[in-house]
Structure formats: C-alpha cells, structure tokens
C-alpha cells in the first residue's frame, strides 16, 4: 500500500518536483534562499549513546560530503529537546562550515524552542523550523503551524524526504556506535 501510496511520483520527473518543493518551500516559509538546508535529528536508546545526525541538502539534493555527525555530551539521559540545544549550539559554533539558509529540526514546538535558544545570541540570520512527523506539521517561529497533508505534494515529498534521510543518518551512526560498545565487552 505505501508503495503504491506514493507510486504517481516514481514517474514524475525527479529535478521538476525539487524544484517546485524548493519553490513552495521557499514561498511558504518567505525566505529568499533555500539552496543549503540542514536538518537535524537525534538516535538514542532511552538516553543511552545518544547521536546527533546533520543531513545538508544543496538545492533539495543529499550532499552527504557535508552531513555530520555529533556524539552528544549530556548525561545518559532520554531528552531530546536538550540534545537539540547541545548539537545546534556545537554546530552554530562551526564559522567555517557553510551557513545554512535554513536549519529544519526533527519534532515540534519544544524543539523548535530548543533550537531557537540555541540560536540566539549568535547574530546569525538563519531561518529556523520544526517538522514533527506524526501529523508531518511544521512549526515556524511565528507561531504558525504548517500542515504539510493538505498543502502542495512535491513540498510534502521534499521534506519528509528529506528528515528521513536525516533519520536515517542518525540512526546509521546510533548503531555503529553500539555495535562498537558490544564487541567491546
């Protein structure tokens, strides 16, 4: 059923959807730029080896040279919203990384806070959302609420494409690192 759920993009022209994604998105969220996006997620096991994953998409392209990953510091403690704060804070830092038109978090408000916080006091103008995945909402700043289902589909697809690339970063490095703890024993 999810197959064939999504089957009318397999015969879409791949570069024409991205393009009106990137279009919508851009419209949406009014910003004049959305040519390098960050999108951040976390991978734990109930707080246990939590990572932080940076996936970059380069005009609405995976550019894996850039993605990064972050071991997070706080203690084994399952909180996401914190370990938002701590990989944003750490990437932020990074001035000689490309800046990002847009950093798009994984979850809702909290998250979207947490990376605000993070934010503040840098002087960067970056835009910042949050994408929560089980109503696939985004939440801006302003306090709007985006709600992808009843919106364009290539902006639907383009983002939800793109956190899940994001997830499957994190969770790819989650399970190296365990990997490693349990051949270590």
Known sequence: ??????RHYLARDDYSWREKGLN?????????SVKRVEIFDISNFQGKMAVGSMAV?????ADKDEYRKFRIRLHDTPNDVAMIKE???????HNDWPAPDLI???GGKAQLGAALSA?????KNIAIVALAKRE??????DG???KLKEGPEPLLHLLTSMRDEAHRFAITYHKKLRSKQISKK
């Open 1 to 6: 059923e999810i197959v064939f759920e999504h």
């Open 24 to 32: 919508y998105l851009r419209a949406v969220l009014k910003i004049k």
């Open 57 to 61: 998409f380069t005009n609405g392209q």
């Open 87 to 93: 990989i944003l804070s750490r990437r932020l830092k």
């Open 104 to 106: 798009i978090v994984d």
């Open 119 to 123: 934010k503040y006091g840098t002087g």
């Open 136 to 141: 696939e909402e985004v939440y801006t700043p």
């Open 144 to 146: 709007w609420i985006i």
